[in-house]
C-alpha cells in the first residue's frame, strides 16, 4: 500500500516506514537510547530526501522521548537542574544547528555533511560499542565477579570555573560543561535528526560522572526539548518536516519500543551489544562507500525556485 | 465492415464535439494569428509564423482530466489528449511544466570523495517537457518552418545562464539537467506517438510521473501542412495536490511555525498515548 508523502513529493510504501519505525523502536527499547541514527540513514536509503528525512526524524524523536520521560519521570530519575544547564547548551546548539543545515542546503553540500557526519559518527560508536562488549565478554570469563569502576573520574571537569551544585546527581562541577556538551548534542540533533543519546548518554556517564539511574531519564529530559526545537525551526524556516512520514515512524515505534524493551531482559546483554556494534557498522560501511563509489549520475539539481 | 467502423468513427467524433464545447477551450479565430492565449505562464517563444490565410483550419482538443490532481494515493498519471482537424495535415503536440530556476550541480572527486564542487543555475528551465507528434519529429520540421514547436534540445538551448560561464562548460551542465530530468520522467526522451484515426481524429496518451512539480502546464496541439504551422490551439493543465496533501504542504509553505507547533504536538500526544497503551498491553 502505497502513500504519498506530502512534503517529501514522493510515495513511499506504508509497511516500509512502519516497518522502520518499528526497527528504530526496536532498538530504542533494548538500549534506552533513540533509534533515531540508524533510521535517518536508513529513511535516505530507501530514497527520502536527507533534508525531509532529517527534519521528520527530530519529529518522531519528539514522541519517542515523551514516552520514555513519562516512566523515568515517575520513576524520579530526572536530575532537573541537570537538564535544565544541559538544555540551554541545546536550545542553542539546536539553533545554530538549524541555521547551519540551512546555509549547507542553500551551497548544496547538505547531503554531503550528512553522510560524512553518519560515516563518522557510526562507525566511531559502532567500533567503541564493539570492543566494550568484547572486552566486557573476555573479562567476564576470567574473572566473573572483576572489580567494578570508580564511580567518579576527575578530570578537567573539577577546574572549570561557574561551579554548580547537582544534587540528584551528587555532583559539583562546572555548569560550561554541561552546557558544552548540550550545545555539540544540539547541532548534532539539528543535522543528522537524531535525538543524540547515543552520544549524550555515554558522555554523561563518563565526561560528567552521572550515576547512571539518573542519566537516561535527564537525557531524555533534554533530548526532548531540543528535538521540538529542532522540528519548529525546521519547519517554521526550511518547511522540510513531513508530519505523515512522521506518523508512520512514531506508530512504528510505538509498537516496537515496549517489545524491544522485554527482548533485552531476555536476551544477553553483552551479545546484544556486540550484535548492535556490528549493524551499526554495516550501516556506516554502507554510508562510506556511496561517498566512495563513482556516482551512476554526476549531476543533480538543487530545489526549484520559481521567480516572481 | 468498412462503412460501420466509419460509422463508430463519426459516433466517437459527435461525442467529442459534444464534451469539447462544454470545456473552456481555445480556439484560434478565423483571420486572426493562432497564437495561444491562455492564461499560462508568460515566456519568450516568438508568436508561430503563420502565413496570412482568409480562414484557419479547424484545430479543436480536449483533455480526458481537466487537471492532475496530486492526492495521498497519487503514483503518476496518464492523460488522453484527444481532438480532431481539417485534413491534410499533421499533429504536433507540446506538453511544458511551469518554467524555474533550477540549478545543477555536478559532482567531482576531491580526496577519494565524491562531492558536488560545481553548480549552474539556469533561468526559464519548464519543469516537464514533451512533444507527441504523428510523423517523425525531423521529417515534419524539415525545412526549419516549425516555428515556435521547439525540439527539447532547441528549448534548453536557448536557456539563459543566471551567471555567465564558457559555452562547452554550459553544454556540459545543459546536459545534465536533461540527464537528471530523464531519470525522472520530467523530459520524456521519446517523441510521443500522436495516433490519427479516419484523417481527421487525434489521440495521444500524455504520461506523467509520480514526482511531478506542481504549477500550471501548458499544453499546445499545432496542426502542421507541408511543416508549416497552419493552425494552434493550446490550453492550460493545472497540477497540484489536493485534499489532505495540499492542505498539509500548503501550511508547510505558509504557516510554517504553526505547522511546526502541530507538528510537535501530534508527536506529544501519540507519543504519550502510544507509550502509556503499549505499557498497559
Known sequence: ?308 | MRSLGLLACLAVLVGATGALAQGPRLEAAPGALPAPTIGGPPDAIAPPSVPNEPTTPDLIMDLSRARVSITSAFQGESILLFGMFDPPGEIVVVVAGPPARETVMRKQRFLGIWLNTGRQAFDDVPAYYAIAASQPLQRLLARGAGGEILSLEDRLSSLKPATPRDAAELARFRAGLVEVKRREGLYPAAIGQVTVQAGRLFRVDLPFPSRLPEGVYDIRVYLLREGKIVAAVSRPLPVGKVGFSAQLAGWSAHEGALYGVGAILMALLVGWLGGAVMRRL
Open chain 1, 1 to 308: 500500500m502505497e502513500i504519498y508523502l506530502p512534503i517529501a513529493e514522493l510515495s513511499m510504501n506504508v509497511f516500509l516506514l512502519l516497518g522502520l519505525g518499528a526497527a528504530a523502536g526496536l532498538l530504542s527499547g533494548m538500549f534506552g537510547v533513540g533509534g533515531g541514527f540508524l533510521a535517518t540513514p536508513l529513511l535516505i536509503f530507501v530514497g527520502i530526501p536527507p533534508a525531509v528525512a532529517v527534519a521528520s526524524q527530530a519529529n518522531q524523536v519528539v514522541a519517542n522521548s515523551i514516552s520514555s520521560l513519562q516512566v523515568q519521570w515517575r520513576r524520579g530519575n530526572v536530575d532537573l537542574r541537570m537538564g535544565l544547564v544541559l538544555l540551554a547548551g541545546g536550545m542553542l546548539g539546536s539553533s545554530a544547528g538549524v541555521w547551519l543545515f540551512t546555509y549547507l542546503k542553500r551551497i548544496g553540500q547538505i547531503d554531503f555533511v550528512i553522510a560524512v557526519l553518519y560515516v563518522v559518527m557510526l562507525s566511531t560508536i559502532g567500533l567503541l560499542m564493539m570492543f566494550e562488549s568484547l572486552s566486557t565478554y573476555f573479562k567476564r570469563r576470567r574473572n566473573p565477579d572483576g572489580p567494578r569502576g570508580k564511580l567518579h573520574t576527575h578530570y578537567l571537569v573539577h577546574r572549570l570555573p561557574l561551579k554548580l551544585r547537582f544534587y540528584k546527581s551528587k555532583l559539583y562541577i562546572s555548569a560550561l560543561l554541561p552546557i558544552g556538551l548540550g550545545f555539540i548534542i544540539g547541532i548534532l540533533s539539528a543535522i543528522l535528526g537524531v535525538g543524540g543519546g547515543f552520544v549524550l548518554v555515554p558522555a554523561m556517564i563518563y565526561l560528567l560522572g552521572m550515576p547512571t539511574a539518573v542519566v537516561i531519564g535527564t537525557s531524555n529530559f533534554q533530548i526532548l526539548f531540543v528535538a521540538a526545537n529542532v522540528t519548529f525551526l525546521q519547519a517554521a524556516t526550511n518547511g522540510t518536516v513531513d508530519v505523515v512520514l512522521a506518523l508512520l515512524l512514531i506508530l512504528g515505534g510505538v509498537v516496537g519500543a515496549p517489545i524491544g524493551a522485554r527482548l533485552a531482559a531476555k536476551l544477553p546483554g553483552v551479545a546484544l551489544r556486540a550484535l548492535m556494534s556490528l549493524l551499526i557498522l554495516l550501516v556506516a560501511a554502507e554510508l562510506l562507500t556511496e561517498l566512495l563509489r563513482t556516482p551512476s549520475s554526476l549531476y543533480s539539481l538543487g530545489t526549484r525556485e520559481v521567480l516572481p
